[in-house]
């Protein structure tokens, strides 16, 4: 089974632009959950998706958006983009029904953002 | 308001030795903990979880105990490996506000680094 695969694995932008961040989950998941991750910060919860409707999210801008399409297949988009953004942002996949994985999630590589 | 609090940033320890890596938590609603570990450009894995109605669970060379009383989870290496040397991620799941799934909390992350 494919795990969970994030492209692309870099990039590189200016401030002010936008970006958009790919991800295909684990065959037959239909969670797609985001994460930032920047030193000293740990992994911080961006959103969730499940079944194309976003299910969570956490305290980042309007800036920061998402949605998933109906192959679970989820992008991540970040318009205006600040310094502060850069970042490695994580996609993690779960089943997302019932209480079977009690919330284990399953994590890309993730995409290395720099905004310089 | 940090729910899940690794307080050690970093660890190092003797080949061979124990280590153990702490995490503490405020939210009572936690039912269920996990350890995930984070080699460099690589995302997270699920290494070891406990349910909230165990106090401890055993894998391998790694054991997770909690103290539901002191909302302290720990996990412990023994024998520690170089090979362990990575970010050690200590995450809390409790059921979301609208009940239908599990949200995932995670600590800043604890670097583990066992020296030869």
């Known amino acids: 089974k494919a795990g969970v695969t994030q492209t692309p694995r870099y990039l590189i932008k200016t401030r002010g632009q936008q970006v958009t961040l790919s991800c295909s989950p684990i065959s037959g998941h239909r969670s797609v959950s985001w994460y930032q991750q920047t030193p000293g910060q740990g992994l911080q919860f961006l959103f969730e998706?499940?079944?194309?409707?976003?299910?969570n999210k956490g305290n980042f801008p309007g800036r920061f958006s998402g949605r998933q399409f109906s192959n679970s297949r989820s992008e991540m988009n970040v318009s205006t983009l600040e310094l502060g953004d850069s970042a490695l942002y994580l996609c993690?996949?779960?089943?997302?029904?019932?209480?079977?994985?009690?919330?284990?999630?399953?994590f890309g590589a993730g995409t290395r953002l720099s905004v310089l | 308001d940090q729910q899940v609090k690794q307080n050690s940033p970093s660890l190092s320890v003797q080949e061979g030795r124990i280590s153990i890596l702490n995490c503490d938590y405020t939210?009572?609603?936690?039912?269920?903990f996990l350890w995930y570990k984070k080699y460099p450009a690589e995302g997270p894995t699920f290494l070891i979880s406990?349910?909230?109605?165990?106090d401890k669970n055993e894998d391998g060379r790694f054991t997770v105990f909690l103290n539901k009383s002191a909302k302290h989870l720990s996990l412990h290496i023994v024998p520690s490996q170089p090979g362990d040397s990575a970010v050690y991620f200590c995450?809390?799941?409790?059921?979301?506000?609208?009940?239908?799934?599990?949200?995932?909390?995670f600590g800043k992350g604890t670097l583990l680094t066992v020296n030869p």
């Open positions: 939210n009572s609603m936690f039912d269920y």
């Open positions: 993690a996949s779960s089943s997302g029904v019932g209480t079977g994985d009690r919330g284990i999630q399953y």
């Open positions: 995450a809390a799941s409790a059921r979301s506000s609208g009940g239908s799934n599990y949200k995932l909390t």
């Open positions: 406990i349910s909230s109605i165990k």
């Open positions: 998706y499940f079944s194309e409707t976003q299910r």
